[in-house]
């Protein structure tokens, strides 16, 4: 059986299928006859939770951390809550009923009196509680359990979804994944590219039509998925994966040879990065610089609001490692696909134009100001510049600006280190910014062009929606004549124009966009050799000539065409 999905992440993967089956378990009432046995089956489900819990709890703190563990230490308690116990107890004896039934019932009045409460600790509790009933209900029915680190090694991961920190947390203990849902700039995709896992997404409902244990393959370049292929299908893919491979090593050639194109234009190769640890692969592979540090995936992956002390420290380590080469900084862009457990966001029609981002920071400017003075002292040990996201107005612009100026003073009254030569830009990637770009331009020291954005604001198609996939393109000319207003609208004020979004790694748009005039491109990390092949084989003056021909075709197809 072959599966065609959106390609999220290049490479080859073969091996045996893991399904996640994200359902949560359908529970249905059932009148019983020996109350004592039903508590019994409470009893047992609740004990083998608790098993589980220690070990995930031992597991979570050796590997990934103390503040992490925590949160199953949090299950725990739940799990020996007396008046939890004895409320599922009371409800069986007196509804006799079955105890999956009534761990189901109980927990949900729990579950609405958390997440009616006004404190906002106390309301995400709610998903803990969640979490626990649901295990032990899982338990009582001896449902296998699924845990994203305990996938064994070589299997491909079969789910309908996985959020960002799923993909985070999987690092390096799957080689594949493939989701029913999701595009390919969705964060999940982003990560999958960054740790080098191949992955496949956006191909539907195809679950049910899999079995854990199938031989399956990936390839993450063209999307395609092969359910217990043929022996001869296997050795394609093997010779495939092989010349894979050895293009890959090939490129290695590149580490330590700068980007410049034929006709001697220096440009800059940067890497996009979410947490520290991607700073590996930024080093492997060879990055100029930090293009776009995801500041947001620092708050992901605390418990709490990451303090000025923990940022600064995480900002500083940063601009260390990369020693004095520039490290661009984005401020919190949280909402849209990217969400905290314990900071609610409020429930919107339409997230990605929400209460998100820039617009979240400037009414949050508690929030804000921590970060900004993290970040501020941080550029006294580097060549840290900050960038605001989302912005689509000069009053955006400017607001956030006197927030930093603020910041500023404030250190400066402590006494406390700052470079006060840091650069600050801003991302272009909302259309209203893209036009007005001239006019911003003269308020910031450079800007970075974000394509996964830009496009679905431009083209008023969902990034994450796979269903949009072919309408979901950078080649739109809408999208391109926009990319090279804002690069000439930067030019003409002096200042230099990036792009961080997925399209600068795109090794087939690269020589357009050096026509177009670029100055840095941005990109997942394992993409920055391939696009230095590129850089250092066009002629940028030659892409130039061809720039007004290719944005005057009517039609994406017309573009991919030409390009
Ligand atoms: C973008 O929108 O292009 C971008 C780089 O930001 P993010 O993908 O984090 O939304
Ligand atoms: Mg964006």
Known sequence: MIIKGISASPGISMGKAIIKNSQATQIIKMQIGSVDKEIDRLKQGIEKSRFEIEKIYEKTLQTIGEEEAQIFQAHLLILEDVTLYDDMVGFIQREAVNADWAVQTIAKQYITLFENMADEYMSARAADIKDVSQRIIRKINQIEEWEVSEVGDAGILFAEDLTPSDTANMASSISGFVTEIGGKTSHTAIIARTLEIPAVVGVGN??????????????????????????????????????????????????????????????????????????AGVLKFDAEGIGLFRTEFIYMESDHLPTEEEQYETYKKVAETMQGKPVVIRTLDIGGDKELSYFKLPKE?????????????????????????????????????????????????????????????????????????????????????????????????????????????????????????????????????????????????????????????????????????????????????????????????????????????????AVMGLV
């Not at 679950?207 to 990936?218: C, K, M, N, R």
């Not at 993450?220 to 217990?228: A, W």
């Not at 500023?408 to 990637?429: C, D, F, T």
């Not at 020589?511 to 092949?533: H, Q, T, W």
């Open 206 to 279: 195809m679950l049910p039509t899999i079995q854990s244990g199938d031989y399956v393959i990936i390839d993450g370049e063209t999307g395609i998925v092969v359910v217990n292929p043929a022996e001869e299908t296997i050795n394609i893919y093997k010779q495939k994966k092989q010349t894979y491979e050895e293009e890959k090593k090939a490129l290695t050639q590149l580490i330590g040879v700068p980007s410049v194109t034929l006709d001697g234009k220096k440009i800059e190769i940067s890497a996009n990065m979410g947490t520290v640890d991607d700073l």
């Open 349 to 557: 029609m339409n997230p990605f134009l929400g209460y998100r981002a820039i617009r979240l920071c400037l009414d949050q400017t508690e929030i804000f100001m921590t970060q900004l003075r993290a970040l501020l002292r941080a550029s006294a040990h580097g060549n840290i510049k900050i960038m605001f996201p989302m912005i689509s107005s000069v009053d955006e612009l400017r607001s956030a600006k006197v927030l930093l100026e603020e910041a500023r003073q404030s250190l400066i009254k402590e006494g406390v280190a700052y470079n006060p030569e840091m650069e600050v830009g801003m991302m272009i990637e909302v259309p209203s910014a893209a036009i007005i770009s001239d006019i911003l331009a003269k308020e910031v020291d450079f800007f970075s062009i974000g394509t996964n954005d830009l496009i679905q604001y431009t083209t008023a198609v969902d990034r994450m929606n796979e269903k949009l996939t072919q309408l979901y393109t950078p080649y739109h000319p809408a999208v391109l004549r926009l990319i090279k207003q804002v690069i000439d609208n930067g030019h003409r004020a002096d200042i230099w124009v990036g792009m961080c979004g997925e399209t600068a790694g795109d090794a087939k748009l690269i020589p357009v966009l050096l026509g177009m005039g670029l100055d840095e491109f941005s990109m997942s990390p394992s993409a920055i050799l391939k696009a230095r092949s590129v850089v250092n084989t066009t002629d940028s003056k030659l892409a130039a000539c061809t720039i007004g021909t290719l944005l005057n075709q009517g039609t994406a197809e």
